[in-house]
């Protein structure tokens, strides 16, 4: 199994744990972490743990030069399209940096495309009475596992061009929920 997320110097916080997490969880699986601005001493100390790093972007021809909020969240579709497209037969779990496994699973599911953990059961009581959490919807993507199926690809593939292709007020979260509502079997 690979783990990958994204990481720049503020969010480097968050990672010495994911790594012992992982490592204590997940003993034969792999990280890999997409760097989107960390320094030098951060990506060393990384490497001596045994994480592959891997300086990224948010899209080809925008390197990430500060750390920043960016709603559109570029960077995640096109590291995990990376992910995909490198090593198609693992199961792929795409984390956000700050979120930190604290539960062994076994494995991906057998036949799963993509699987989505959903909004917090607290937020789903008050969808309507927050217009934000009903809008980006009942997915959160800050935990996104792949299977091992071809299709896997397809469903990356048209998230990130969906995503690169909407508005500024747009998120990953929401295109990713609007496309897998639009999904058979959903």
């Known amino acids: 199994m690979l783990f990958i997320t994204a990481s720049d110097t503020g969010f480097y916080f968050f990672l ?14 792999r990280l890999i972490v997409y760097d989107l601005g960390m320094t030098e001493q951060e990506t060393l100390q990384l490497n001596e ?26 960077h995640k579709t096109s590291m ?13 779990v795409c984390l956000d940096a700050d979120a930190i496994p604290n539960k062994r699973f076994f494995s991906i599911p057998t036949g799963c495309d993509v699987a989505v953990t959903m ?11 927050k217009p934000e ?10 935990v996104v596992m792949f299977g091992r199926s071809k299709r896997r690809l397809a469903f990356a593939s048209e998230w990130s061009d969906r995503l690169s292709t909407s508005g500024a007020i747009e998120s990953d979260q929401r295109i990713a929920w609007l496309l897998l509502e639009e999904m058979e079997g959903f």
Not at 16 to 29: C, N, S
Not at 63 to 71: A, H, R
Not at 80 to 92: M, R
């Open 49 to 74: 743990w045994g994480v592959e790093v891997k300086k990224w972007h948010i899209e080809p021809g925008y390197p990430v030069e500060k750390p920043n909020y960016f709603p559109l969240a570029l």
């Open 119 to 129: 909004v917090d059961q607290e937020a789903l009581t008050i969808l309507d009475s």
């Open 16 to 29: 010495p744990y994911m790594v012992g997490q992982i490592e204590r969880l997940f003993p034969k699986a």
């Open 133 to 142: 959490i009903k809008y980006n919807g009942i997915f959160n993507t800050g």
């Open 80 to 92: 995990i399209l990376d992910a995909l497209e490198l090593h198609p037969n693992e199961g792929v």
